[in-house]
């Protein structure tokens, strides 16, 4: 069974930047490709950016490509979501997930979610 805490969401203006952090409490976190998700009011939930198991593989969503970077620590057990150029539209719950295939189809373990909210 693996943990994920997220942190570091809260209010921020519109062009400015966040980092999400997720702390794992699984020993063999390596052994897990990480990714983030989030959801926005009324809407479906999406995949925004995975990273391999090593850290030297990042994939993204289009809707961020250029803006977000996902990145893992393995010594710490953490992973994160460097978000830069935030708009409106990127006010949700930002989640953490952990998976045991690269695919995130169906990610094997969740974080409760930070709510990142963006003012324009």
């Known amino acids: 069974q693996v943990q994920l805490v997220e942190s570091g969401g809260g209010l921020v203006q519109a062009g400015g930047s966040l980092r999400l952090s997720c702390a794992a409490s699984e020993r063999t976190f390596s052994n897990y490709y990480m990714g983030w998700f989030r959801q926005a009011p009324g809407k479906e939930r999406e995949f925004l950016a995975s990273v391999s198991r090593s850290g030297g593989g990042t994939y993204y969503a289009d809707s961020v490509k250029g803006r977000f970077t996902i990145s893992r620590d393995n010594a710490q057990n953490m992973v994160y979501l460097q978000m830069n150029s935030l708009k409106a539209e990127d006010t949700a719950v930002y989640y953490c997930?952990?998976?045991?295939?690269?695919?995130?189809?169906?990610?094997?373990?969740w974080g409760q979610g930070t709510q990142v909210t963006v003012s324009s």
């Open positions: 997930t952990a998976d045991r295939s690269p695919s995130f189809v169906r990610p094997d373990y």
